[in-house]
């Protein structure tokens, strides 16, 4: 029966780690593999310890995390001795599908939206950017639209800081599949003097221009798939 | 067309989105006070196209007067006075609409993807500069007068429009002569007469004009009744009486 449980948790889809008391992993799953190659086994012990309970037992929490492309909603941390801690995350599961709505993209020069987003968001804003384009990226099929409204936010993010680099370019040997097609992708990187916190409204506006989008410390980035 | 002013860099670049945003299939809403131009500038982004006062439009689509098949793009003046601004923009939907409001819109924002904010001409010296000497060119040439600035006392409660209003007035007053200014005057008090006034309260309208002018000229009471040619006592009466502040 014991090892009915252990398979059990093993092909589960939501990550588990064991942790013993000193933060080294004792045994986790697939999914919790997955998960390490984005986050590192300290902040995952730090997580469990500073959300166990006060005594033994098991505590659930309603958190929204993210690492890489996957989003949490909650945890369960469990310890019944002096010895061991486990640490359970629940994936969020997105609606999100690889399909595109062809009749909204339209041939656009991306730097274009870029320059008018930011003038028109910026006008009267001090931020200084040290932009780094390459400028080898051709038209592509953008949803202007919300592609635009995607931008806004994220110059609107950065509005009151001092400065910001954006460096935009094509990602090198990635590729994302849409509709059993291969994209390559352009990455538009803003990074900040600052840590960037995560931003519900912000992973909406992405996901309705078909672009992906992430926290990581203090750099904020957008996948867009190149259609051409 | 009437230009947009793009003496300062705000506006330049102002002008810029506006000419890059023409192209695009998005909307575009322009925010700023009563007077900023937004109007010029929504025409430096929709050329041809139809213009509607937005309360004019939202009465014609609630008694299905308008036919949206008829229209790719508008432009829709003061979006900001209608009455249920989403159900308005969601019945416009698939036309490109540039809007014009005097204040910020949240419940709408999402639905524009380009903003433009346009600051008031006092924080654009460089263009109230040019405007104003616009405005006077214009406005000596139509009077055949030859005012200067020094001349105009500038008003920019309502940015261009108060400014154009106050160049207009005074450069036709001051290029007024004898029997146009009275003509004025007797249109004037016409109106006045109707209110049931008497010879003593019309009398200020005569006399204020007069001392501020004289007081301006000057340096004294004494070479003012000197000048005017009436009794000392008599003139710092009437200074006292309307200027005693």
Redesign the interface.
Known sequence: MKEFYEELIENDLNPYLLFNSNGKVKSYNKEAEFLLNFVSIRELFELAVSNASINFGFNQKYISLKYNKQSYYAILVGYVNEDEIALRLYKVVSNHTTTINNTKL?M?NIF?LI???K???L??SDLKIDELYDISIPEMKIN???F??LL?SCFEYFKDDEKISLQVHIKIGEYEVIDNKKYKIVALAFIANRKVEANNSLEQKATKANANIFFNQNELLIELPIIL | MEKFITHSDASKKILNIAQMSSALPVNVLIIGESGVGKTILSKHILHDSSIFESKVLEDMIIKNKFNKDEYNELIVLNIDKTINKLEFMENLSGIKIVATSSIALNEIESMFAIKIDIPPLKERPEDLEELTKVYIEKANKIYDSNVELKDIKIDLSQNGISLKRIIYKTVASISMDDDEMMNSLEYFLNKKLEEKNEYRDLLKYFEIPLLKAAKKRFKSQLQMASQLNINRITLRKKLELYFKD
């Open positions: 339209k656009v274009s320059d008018l987003s003038n028109s968001t006008l009267q202007i639209n919300d635009l409204l806004n």
